[in-house]
């Protein structure tokens, strides 16, 4: 590295927070695990960020935030060769697709006119209700028979 001072995670983080307000070191953390960055370690296993590391930082929570890409994306472009994100390259507007609420993008999605019309159709449509089954008739009780025994004679007396 080019660079001879070092940053703690503490550092890098309080260094984002006021642009980023969402950062944390547990995502830091994540986006090494993810192979998004690899700070140098010192002997005793301590991160060493470095100011490019900060600028790689910055590039993607700024790549997440503003372009909504996900970090497979993120990985990908700073794999490219020659990619340095310290020039913070703008993303061409054909390559990002308008944001939905859909998981799948349009253009994976294989539907012909007839197909779109039924699935509308689907969407749209009351589902009938189903009959309500009829309530069976209360009947009353009768009345019990009960059986009383004769009463005792009455002695006279």
Do not use: C
């Amino acid at each position: 590295m080019t660079d001879t001072r070092h940053h703690s995670i503490g550092e890098v983080l309080s260094m984002l927070k006021e642009e980023h307000a969402d950062v944390t070191i547990s995502k830091i953390r994540f986006f090494e695990s993810q192979g998004l960055i690899d700070p140098e370690r010192t002997p005793s296993g301590y991160r060493k960020f470095y100011d490019t590391d900060v600028e790689r930082l910055r590039w993607i929570l700024v790549q997440q935030r503003d372009n909504f890409l996900p970090l497979k994306v993120i990985k990908r472009r700073l794999e490219e060769a020659g990619f340095d994100p310290a020039t913070d390259v703008p993303l061409p507007e054909t390559e990002l697709p308008e944001p939905t609420l859909f998981t799948r993008r349009e253009d994976e999605i294989d539907l012909t006119e007839d197909a779109a019309t039924a699935v509308a159709a689907e969407v749209t449509e009351e589902p009938e209700p189903e009959p309500e089954p009829e309530p069976e008739p209360e009947t009353e009780p009768g009345p019990v028979a009960v059986e009383v025994p004769p009463a005792p004679p009455v002695a006279d007396g």
